[in-house]
Each structure stands twice: as structure tokens, then as C-alpha cells.
Antibody, heavy 121, light 107 residues
Framework: EVQLVESGGGLVQPGGSLRLSCAAS????????MTWVRQTPGKGLECVSG????????YYADSVKGRFTISRDNSKNTLYLHINSLRAEDTAIYFC??????????????WGQGTLVTVSS | DIQMTQSPSTLSASVGDRVTIACRAS??????LAWYQQKPGKAPKLLIY???ILESGVPSRFSGSGSGTEFTLTISSLQPDDFATYYC?????????FGQGTKVEAK
């Protein structure tokens, strides 16, 4: 059974940093692209970053370029999202999602339960 | 970047109704379009990918169609479990776009 479990969310002050993790199981992690998707009541769903299975290519939404860094450790079956210079508008539930077909992060067939990031002073 | 616009934002329907949700792209797409269903407090669930391919385990009352800039999700006979919010989503080489969502509520 495919499982994705996010962790690392919490309350952070503006300008702060955070590292989100997504522990994967039930599939060959290194064979699949992965993506971080966030959701806010105001802006809906937004893909913020994706990475290929090998980690050789990364993708970022314009809204997070230069502040977010996606990475993965295939030996630990874990996906990461490093977030710097946090802003109030980064407040959201962050989901990790598995790509359906593997190569590029285009469609997502399994999602984690999400981890809440709140940016506030 | 491509923008995705869904209509309507909210749809009131009854069990057994045929429901159609539209998704319009700001420019012509290839077939890289997906539809998701989301219920409150849950992660989105993939329903359809590559515009019209039904994800495994998804009931056949769901279907997707379209071309160019106009795409449609159809529920042929609405069931009680289908009251939810639906999103279209596109990926294009290096960027993604979701529609703003269509909430299907009970009439």
C-alpha cells in the first residue's frame, strides 16, 4: 500500500525557515517524480515544487523560486522541501504527491495527509 | 504561464442529475489535463488524467473530454458520494496550473 507521510510543519515567524519531510513507502520511490502541492483557502491548490525520480531535475513555481528547495534521499525514501524567507502568504497546508507515471511531475495519484505551515509573528 | 478557469464555481444538483464542469485554459493545451475530487479535510483524489483516461478504481460515471482550450468533467448520474469540490490541473514542461475549483453541493 502506498503511503506518504508529511512532517515538519508548524508556526514560524516571517523570515524564518522550515524543512518539510515526506516519508514514502509501498512503491519504488526512486522511480517516481514527486511534487509538493500547497493549499490555502484563498488561492486554492498550487504546485510549488517537483523533482524527478533520480533528482536530476527540479521544478519550481515562480512564486517560490529562490526561496524553496526541493530534494530527495532515495536511500531513505524521503522527499524534502526546504523553505527560506517565509512570508505570510506561504501559510498553507503542504501536501507531498506521487507522480502517476513516474518521469515528470505531471499528475498525482497518491497524496499525503498534509502538514500545516503557519507564518505569523 | 497557462491559467485555468473553471465554471461554475458552485453547482447545486440532486442525486441522479447529470453534472458538467467546465475548465478553460488560457492557451491551447496538449492532452496533459487531469481532474481531481477533494472532500473537506482530505487530500485531492485523482479521477481522470490525460484528459479522458479514468484512474483505476474511479466509477465509470465520471468522464473527461475536450480539446484545445475547453475541457469538461461529466458525472453521468450524481451519487451521494460525489458531493465534493472538483479541480482541473495542467502541467506543461516546467509549470503547473490548477483551476480554482467547482463545489458540487446538494440542491
Amino acid at each position: 500500500e502506498v503511503q506518504l507521510v508529511e512532517s515538519g510543519g508548524g508556526l514560524v515567524q516571517p523570515g524564518g525557515s522550515l524543512r518539510l519531510s515526506c516519508a514514502a513507502s509501498g512503491f519504488t520511490f526512486s522511480s517516481y517524480a514527486m511534487t509538493w502541492v500547497r493549499q490555502t483557502p484563498g488561492k486554492g491548490l498550487e504546485c510549488v515544487s517537483g523533482i524527478t525520480g533520480s533528482g536530476d531535475r527540479t521544478y519550481y513555481a515562480d512564486s517560490v523560486k529562490g526561496r524553496f528547495t526541493i530534494s530527495r534521499d532515495n536511500s531513505k525514501n524521503t522527499l524534502y522541501l526546504h523553505i527560506n524567507s517565509l512570508r505570510a502568504e506561504d501559510t498553507a497546508i503542504y501536501f507531498c504527491a506521487k507522480d502517476r507515471e513516474g518521469i515528470v511531475p505531471d499528475y498525482f495519484d497518491y497524496w499525503g495527509q498534509g502538514t500545516l505551515v503557519t507564518v505569523s509573528s | 504561464d497557462i491559467q485555468m478557469t473553471q465554471s461554475p464555481s458552485t453547482l447545486s444538483a440532486s442525486v441522479g442529475d447529470r453534472v458538467t464542469i467546465a475548465c478553460r485554459a488560457s492557451q491551447s493545451l496538449n492532452s496533459w489535463l487531469a481532474w481531481y475530487q477533494q472532500k473537506p479535510g482530505k487530500a485531492p483524489k485523482l479521477l481522470i488524467y490525460k484528459m479522458s483516461i479514468l484512474e483505476s478504481g474511479v466509477p465509470s460515471r465520471f468522464s473527461g473530454s475536450g480539446s484545445g482550450t475547453e475541457f469538461t468533467l461529466t458525472i453521468s448520474s450524481l451519487q451521494p458520494d460525489d458531493f465534493a469540490t472538483y479541480y482541473c490541473q495542467h502541467f506543461d514542461t516546467s509549470s503547473w496550473a490548477f483551476g480554482q475549483g467547482t463545489k458540487v453541493e446538494a440542491k
